[in-house]
């Protein structure tokens, strides 16, 4: 209970206090650093208590449960929460290193940690929405770190559109209370099942187009490219690595824990849309040239094998959709901050990165596609399972593109032209390409090691089973 009310209280006294400092000075960047490191370290612990004991719920303020916030901590909200934090963390100790350029910058990071903790442990769907408002208000400002005209643009636009998504996703919670009378996670689940089946639906859909807005699937894609791509490396790991898990986690977390119904009838139709991600991405990302726009449309493309697997279902779809989504995060983290720097060592981390978005073993993306391809062999769709290759066949290969053009330059010292030239000499540091490696290491690490990884994955699939079972009890 103690360290669920931590989770949150951490990063938000923590992001108060800085907000207001200026976070250029170097020690304001490393104390956010600290601050982020010891809300990992909170939610760690937590994980710990959840995974021994199951799930731990407590109601803010001594409040009743329907007056108070419910924060609830199951093996699937700890899994992204402690894996937002970690990227949050990567990145700003990334951005520490080579001088954070605006005062608002580290303090923001830690926000968003506040934000993004809050909607991934709470049990009631608007406290979802609140926290949910709170972490992308502090991505819409990260959008614009920089103050060039791309990052301005890409701020608009991210604004714009992620504005859309939080007003569907407003209209679906009205919904939700209009016919259940409940916004309890838990109730809303039970009740959902005694609604006609248009209004279940209407409902349901709302969540998904909100949720893949901030995935950017494919049809809701056309934002993404442009903000990934002109972004600050540091930022579109951020929005990579930890915002866009809002997405995966609600689709598992309405889908699969609330919608169950609706899920399984439109599992082909998620499916289908996961397959158009994963080939439009690819094929766009072999299209680009710059190494900031390839990535970007290879977001798209990763996400569509989230949107398989959840379409599956199943132990063992929901189980690959939470170990993939880790994965991705961790592999957009990485190859994100190597655009900004150069080197052999940088190099290398690049390769291990590129390896485990194509599936190639021993880096840690190879056991994320390996449950993805588990779930086409269950699903008995040969098809499914020739698609799943495809995709890969593609990662391999304009990641391979990006390798040949950014890497084997004659002057392994250039700084990308993603990066910032007024800057090259501290993206040139050897802190920063420390961390890269670093990264990489980690995803070696999963690699050989991946029991710790496939466990709470598959612990966080049967937290969404239970709450299943609970709703049609």
Known sequence: MTALSLALLVPWAAGLALVVLDGR???????SVAALAATLAVLGALAADVLRRGAVEYVTGGWPAGVGIVLRADALGVTFALLSAFVLLVAAAAEAVVGVRERTFPGLLVLLAAGLNGLFLTGDVFNFYVFFEMAMIAAYVLTAY??????????VIFASVNLLGSFIFLLAVAGTYRVTGTLAMSEVAVRITGVPANA????????FVA????????????????????TRPAVAAVLSGAVANIGAYGLLRFGAGIFTDQLRFSATVLIVLGAASIIYGGVLAVARRRPAEMLAYSAI????????AVGVGGPVGLAAAVLYSVVNALNKALLFLTTAVRGPLVAAAFAVGALSVAGVPPAVGFVGKLAVFRTAVDARSPALVALLVLGSALSLLYLFLIYQREFWAEDDDEVSADGDDARGKHTRSVSLRAITVALALVLLVGGAWPEPLAALSAAAADSLAAAANGATR
């Not at 791309?150 to 701020?155: H, N, S, V």
């Not at 949720?211 to 002109?230: E, I, M, N, Q, R």
């Open 211 to 230: 949720f893949s807005v901030k995935l950017g699937l494919f049809p809701f894609h056309y934002w993404l490219p442009t903000v990934y791509a002109d």
């Open 301 to 308: 493309g990763q996400v569509g094998y989230v949107l398989v």
């Open 146 to 155: 920089g103050a060039q005209r791309a990052q301005l643009r890409a701020a």
């Open 25 to 31: 000075r170097r020690a304001v960047a490393w104390l």
């Open 200 to 207: 279940a639906v209407a409902v349901a859909v709302g969540f």
